[in-house]
C-alpha cells in the first residue's frame, strides 16, 4: 500500500510539474536568459538598457499581438512590414510642419485597417489561404510604398509628430506606453469579449464554429482589420522614431512578429495563444538580440539563432499537437 501510494505521489508530481512547465515555461525561460545575460554582460541589468530593450521590441511587440489573433484563427499575416512602410510614407506626406497631425495619424490607421480588411475579405469571402492573400497584400504594399515616394525618404517631419517615437512621460518612453496599452486592449478583447471567444471556437474547428451559427467570415475579416490597425500603429510610431518616411522600412519585421507569437505559445495549428505570451516571447527575441550585441556577437549568427529558436518552438509545438490527438 505504501509502495503504491508513493507512485501515485510521484505520477501527481509529474503531472504538476508538467502543467506547471507547459503554463509557465516560456516564462521561466525568459528569466533565465536574463540571469544568463546579467551573468555574461553587467551592462545587461542597467535601467537605461532594460528600457532601451523594451522600447525595441515594442513596435514588434504591437504587431505581433494582431497576428496572434490570426494565427489563433488558424491564419497567417506576412504583410505586415509592407502595411507599416505604406503607412510611414502616407503619414510622413501628411506631417510636414504645419500640417494637421490629427488627420495623418488616422489616415494612417485607416490605410492600415484598410489593407487588413482586404486581406481578411479575401481569404474568407474569396477562400482563398491567407498566406497567398497576405502575401499578395506584402507586395502591393511595398510597391504602393515605394511608387508614392518615387523610392526616397520623406523627412522635414513636424516636432509635434516625432514626439511620439522620441519623446517619453514621467521618464517612460511614449512607445512603451502605447505598447501597454495595446497589451492591456488585445487581452482584454481576446480573453474577455465575443470576438475572443469567437476567435479561439474559428481557431480551434471551424465547421464547428459555423454549426454553431458564428458568422466566421465576419470575425475572420475583423480579426485581420484590427492585424492590419496594429501595423498601422507601428508605422506611425516607427516613422516618429527614426523621423522620416522609408518605404524600405520593416522588411522582415513580419517574421520577427510571427517568431514572437510562436515562441510565446500559439499554435500555428490554430486554436491557442494568448496575448501575454506573445509578449514574452517579443521580449525573448529582444533581450537575445540585446544581449548578443553587448557580447559583441555578429548579426548574422544573430539571425542564425533566431531562427533555430523559431523551429525548435514549432517542433515543440507540433510534439504537444501530437499528444492531444
Known amino acids: 500500500m505504501a509502495a503504491n501510494a508513493k507512485e501515485i505521489d510521484k505520477t501527481e508530481m509529474k503531472q504538476y ?58 491564419g497567417i499575416d506576412l504583410s505586415s512590414g509592407s502595411v507599416i512602410a505604406l503607412v510611414s510614407v502616407i503619414v510622413a506626406t501628411f506631417v510636414q510642419p504645419g500640417e494637421n497631425l490629427f488627420f495623418a495619424i488616422l489616415l494612417g490607421l485607416s490605410i492600415g485597417a484598410l489593407a487588413g480588411c482586404i486581406n481578411g475579405t479575401i481569404s474568407a469571402k474569396g477562400k482563398i489561404p491567407p498566406f497567398i492573400s497576405t502575401l499578395g497584400m506584402m507586395t502591393v504594399a511595398r510597391g504602393l510604398a515605394l511608387l508614392l515616394s518615387d523610392g526616397r525618404p520623406i523627412g522635414n ?40 471567444n469567437y476567435t479561439y471556437a474559428i481557431g480551434g474547428n471551424e465547421q464547428a ?14 480579426i485581420f482589420t484590427y492585424a492590419g490597425l496594429l501595423s498601422a500603429l507601428a508605422g506611425i510610431i516607427l516613422t516618429a522614431r527614426i523621423t522620416a518616411g522609408q518605404p524600405s522600412m520593416a522588411v522582415g519585421l513580419e517574421l520577427d512578429a510571427i517568431a514572437s507569437a510562436v515562441i510565446g505559445g500559439t499554435s500555428l495549428s490554430g486554436g491557442i495563444g494568448t496575448i501575454g505570451g506573445t509578449v514574452v516571447g517579443a521580449l525573448i527575441i529582444g533581450v ?8 559583441g556577437v555578429s548579426s548574422y549568427y544573430q539571425q542564425i539563432l533566431k531562427g533555430a529558436i523559431i523551429v525548435a518552438a514549432v517542433l515543440l509545438d507540433s510534439r504537444k499537437n501530437k499528444k492531444k490527438a
Open 209 to 222: 464554429a459555423r454549426i454553431c451559427g458564428i458568422n466566421v467570415d465576419r470575425y475572420k475579416i475583423l
Open 17 to 74: 510539474i508538467s502543467k506547471i512547465l507547459s503554463k509557465y515555461g516560456i516564462v521561466l525561460i525568459f528569466i533565465a536568459m536574463c540571469v544568463l545575460m546579467t551573468f555574461l554582460s553587467p551592462a545587461f541589468l542597467r535601467v537605461r538598457n532594460i528600457v532601451n530593450v523594451v522600447r525595441q521590441i515594442s513596435i514588434i511587440g504591437i504587431v505581433a499581438m494582431g497576428v496572434t489573433m490570426v494565427i489563433i484563427t488558424n
Open 288 to 295: 537575445l538580440n540585446n544581449g548578443l550585441d553587448l557580447l
Open 157 to 196: 517631419l513636424s516636432d509635434s509628430f516625432t514626439f511620439i517615437g522620441k519623446g517619453s512621460i514621467a521618464g517612460l518612453p511614449i512607445p512603451i506606453i502605447i505598447f501597454i496599452l495595446i497589451g492591456i486592449i488585445s487581452h482584454f478583447l481576446l480573453s474577455s469579449t465575443k470576438l475572443g
